[in-house]
């Protein structure tokens, strides 16, 4: 029989072995592994600070329980140190207006769950009015290892504006979990690391939560051997009224990085998708799927890089949607690249570098596709020499758009200022730009519609020369 680091080290706490460590090495600084550290401790070594009253705790449960049932000002609790929180509950308190902060002032004050369900929970269920919740400089570490329905933060029906800043998600199951009618929440410079399973995972019904930002959320999930069965969707999101998803960098999903279901209003830009599907060849960057009968709306997938995918980067069903200045770098799959099914409203394939591995499968592939407009031009296709190496395959409205050579396209109405070349990226011969933008001399290069281009690149940086490049990287805004 054969046992993990953190099965051995819980069976050496049990037997009464003493591990010498230092008191400053249980405050899981950052370049400490959680999953050795975290196991090991047994107490809360923490302060916290009510600012407002002036009383100081030892014990987050606490401080929620003397919170006032009614608030009727905003209350700041800073945290110092270390907790075990084992599913600290605020609820049954009315907010009404005001809101309520939990910001480390040490670096990054750490929660720890002691391997219980959650670390923290905020349950607004009726009659509770619970808003506006804040999480700062925090790390929540040691959740669950087994439960999907648990998560390291839960949200129950919080209303409001939400906020999670500079907290890091460390060994455990699911990152985050909201869900029951909660309101708007952002996720700004978040780290998720060595999660099993995945996270955010937000909604269950349409309209089950509001306006959703996405903004330098950074993920690694566990890929050891042992958990690559375990790990799943990093995100998986439904029914918003709107989502924004940008500057973000996925690593490591066994199967989708991003699952969409019964929303419209998105944007996704300027993120990269990196091995997505390493473990199941279904494996999807982007996923949509709508609701039945129905078609997702105002959807726009721009400046990203999909890097290596082993299945396909994007799947959308019933979508209306801008897929534009992405470079794609397929991974070695017998899936296509994008591949759109029963889509009805309009589909606009522009500026996009599509670099194909494999002779075997078609770059973009349609099925049941019905748009009322099917735009595809300025776009860098290439394909190694090879039977059934189809850049696009399928129809739309009937009509055959099957084509393996960019002169076949062409004769169909499609990529009239498209290339069929190598794209030439600048790789490792200049450290000081992306691996993925192009060369001075690539045949991409200042070939991209500037109408349909966006402000920014993928590096963040202004696009100013026109015409801009193919491709999630702008070479002159270097």
Aim: proline share 4%.
């Amino acid at each position: 029989m054969h046992f993990s680091f953190r099965q051995l080290a819980w069976l050496a706490v049990a037997s009464g072995v003493l591990y010498g460590c230092s008191q400053s090495a249980l405050q899981l600084s950052t370049d400490i592994q959680p999953k050795s550290e975290a196991n090991l401790r047994t107490a809360s070594t923490g302060t916290i600070l009510n600012v407002q009253t002036g009383k100081t705790y030892t014990d987050l449960q606490t401080a929620f329980n003397e919170l006032p049932a009614t608030f009727t000002q905003s209350y700041e609790l800073q945290l110092s140190g270390t907790f075990i929180t084992k599913s600290v509950t605020l609820r049954s308190k009315n907010m009404g207006s005001f809101s309520l902060a939990l910001r480390g002032v040490d670096g990054q004050a750490v929660l720890d769950a002691g391997q219980s369900e959650s670390a923290v929970v905020f349950n607004g269920t009726s009659p509770a009015n619970i808003r506006n919740i804040t999480l700062e400089n925090l790390v929540i570490t040691n959740y669950s290892l087994t439960s999907g329905n648990t998560a390291g933060v839960r949200f129950f029906t919080i209303k409001g504006q939400n906020l999670l800043k500079n907290v890091r998600f460390t060994g455990g199951y699911v990152a985050m979990r909201a869900t029951v009618q909660c309101e708007d929440i952002t996720l700004e410079d978040v780290q998720m690391e060595g999660i099993r399973y995945g996270g955010p995972r937000f909604g269950q019904a349409p309209d089950d939560v509001g306006n959703v930002v996405l903004r330098r959320l950074k993920t690694s999930l566990d890929q050891s051997p042992q958990n690559l069965a375990g790990v799943d969707n990093v995100c998986q999101l439904k029914g918003f009224k709107s989502l924004l998803i940008e500057d973000c960098e996925f690593d490591g999903a066994t199967k989708t990085i991003v699952d969409l279901y019964e929303m419209s209003n998105i944007t996704i830009r300027r993120n990269k998708f990196i091995r997505s599907g390493s473990n199941n060849l279904y494996g999807i960057g982007i996923q949509l799927l709508p609701a039945s009968g129905s078609t997702c709306r105002n959807v726009v997938i721009e400046n990203n890089l999909f890097d290596n995918p082993l299945g396909t980067a994007i799947y959308l069903r019933g979508a209306d949607v801008k897929i534009n200045n992405n470079t794609f770098i397929e991974g070695g799959t017998t899936r296509p690249l994008i591949s759109l099914e029963a889509s009805s409203g309009n589909i606009e394939l522009v500026n996009n570098i599509y670099l194909g591995k494999s002779s075997t499968n078609p770059i973009i592939n349609l099925y049941q596709v019905n748009a009322q407009s099917f735009v595809s031009n300025n776009n860098l296709y290439f394909k190694p020499a090879g039977n059934n190496r189809n850049l696009i395959k399928g129809a739309n409205n009937g009509k055959d758009l099957t084509s393996t050579t960019l002169a076949q396209l062409q004769s169909k109405g499609l990529d009239r200022d498209g290339l069929q070349a190598q794209p030439l990226f600048i790789g490792s011969t200049d450290p000081g730009r992306p691996a993925y933008m192009l060369t001075a001399g690539s045949p991409g290069r200042n070939a991209a519609d500037a109408t349909r281009c966006p402000a920014m690149d993928l590096a963040n940086q202004p696009i100013t020369v026109a015409p801009p490049d193919m491709g999630a990287y702008d070479y002159d805004s270097f």
